[in-house]
């Protein structure tokens, strides 16, 4: 039996995702505000959208908020320290345990 194909699998390996702003602090947010983390080396910036448009549309096509895309340079993120920042949280650990954002939010 062949492994489902999931949002995160769409995400090309050199980049990493994160979860930041009103999503991890309010029980209706309005919009899901996503950092993409990209390698420069394997993906120029004027080509970054294009890039990861397929994981771009596959989160659009399963949350019923607006998304908000933010797309940094490792060396970017790296300077801005963007994560640290916002709090940022990988996309992954996000999508994978929503129960725990909802009594993070409560408690």
Do not use: W
Not at 34 to 51: G, H, K, M, W
Not at 71 to 78: F, M
Request: charged fraction near 30%; include cysteine; proline fraction near 6%.
């Amino acid at each position: 039996m062949d492994a489902q194909p999931t949002l995160i699998t769409s995400l090309p390996k050199s980049s990493t995702a994160y979860v930041f702003g009103s999503f991890l602090r309010s029980n209706s947010p309005r919009d899901l505000d996503v950092l993409i983390v990209y390698d420069q080396r394997l993906c120029a910036p004027s080509e970054a959208y294009r890039y990861h448009d397929d994981f771009i549309r596959q989160i659009q096509s399963v949350v019923n908020i607006d998304v908000d895309v933010t797309l940094l340079t490792q060396e970017e993120v790296k300077s801005s320290r963007f994560i640290e920042n916002t709090d940022a949280i990988p996309f992954g650990d996000v999508m994978r345990r929503p129960s725990e954002r909802s009594r993070r939010k409560d408690g």
